[in-house]
């Protein structure tokens, strides 16, 4: 089992959708979460950290379970430019090198 | 700002050459990391650095060798490069647990 999953999609939704994203992890010893964007064939870039209370920035809603260690992302009123693919990251102890990356969902909107 | 710079961009090797990823910060932080990534699938993590002198083997490390002797560069060597080296190749670094990645080396091994 891998220590972090991710729906494997594709998503295909039309502008305007609300589209979640799920991730679980199997190390309860995880400590930070976070989001990363990955556009095709380029490098990851920090979307937005998850906390248990739940964070929102804009249309992107992050949600941390860590009694089901669970982690979610929402996207409201999805724009064209949102296509890409989101990486959801589990940390490890105090250090980032300790990052272990999902798989990654892809999103396409469509006009 | 430049952030986090990888070179060489792209990279052929032939099976049994060795070469050297650079990858340098100007941010001061204290960790750094290299991580894969083949096609669909996720960042596998190969070395990391939690400061200068120090550094450390992570999921994927065999074949590869890195060292830290100043807190701004990183560099990944491959000693004896082999087809399944093939690869995307991204250097971080990172501050407060969250990464900043380079842009990336594409490595064909042929």
């Known amino acids: 089992r891998k220590e972090v999953e991710q729906d494997p999609g594709p998503f295909n939704v039309p502008e305007g959708a609300t589209v979640a994203f799920n991730c679980t992890y199997s190390?309860?010893?995880?400590?930070?979460f976070f989001w990363y964007r990955q556009d095709c064939r380029k490098e990851p870039k920090l979307l937005m950290s998850?906390?248990?209370s739940g964070n929102e920035d804009g249309r992107f809603t992050a949600q941390l379970n860590r009694a089901s260690q669970y982690i979610s992302l929402l996207i409201r009123d999805s724009k064209l430019s949102d296509s890409a693919t989101y990486l959801c990251?589990?940390?490890?102890?105090?250090?980032?090198?300790?990052?272990?990356f999902g798989d990654g969902t892809t999103l396409t909107v469509k006009p | 700002n430049a952030g986090v710079t990888q070179t060489p961009k792209f990279q052929v090797l032939k099976t049994g050459q060795s070469m050297t990823l650079q990858c340098a910060q100007d941010?001061?932080?204290?960790?750094m990391s290299w991580y894969r990534q083949d096609p669909g699938m996720g960042l596998r993590l190969i070395h990391y650095?939690?400061?200068?002198?120090?550094?450390d083997q992570g999921e994927v490390p065999n074949g590869y060798n890195v060292s830290r002797s100043t807190t701004e560069d990183f560099p990944l060597r491959l000693l004896s490069a082999a087809p399944s080296q093939t690869s995307v190749y991204f250097c971080?670094?990172?501050?407060?647990?969250?990464?900043?990645f380079g842009q990336g080396t594409r490595l064909t091994v042929v």
């Open positions: 971080a670094s990172s501050s407060d647990r969250k990464a900043f």
């Open positions: 190390n309860s010893a995880s400590q930070s």
């Open positions: 998850v906390y248990s």
């Open positions: 990251v589990v940390n490890i102890g105090s250090g980032a090198g300790k990052s272990t």
């Open positions: 941010m001061n932080h204290e960790y």
């Open positions: 650095s939690v400061g200068a002198g120090i550094t």
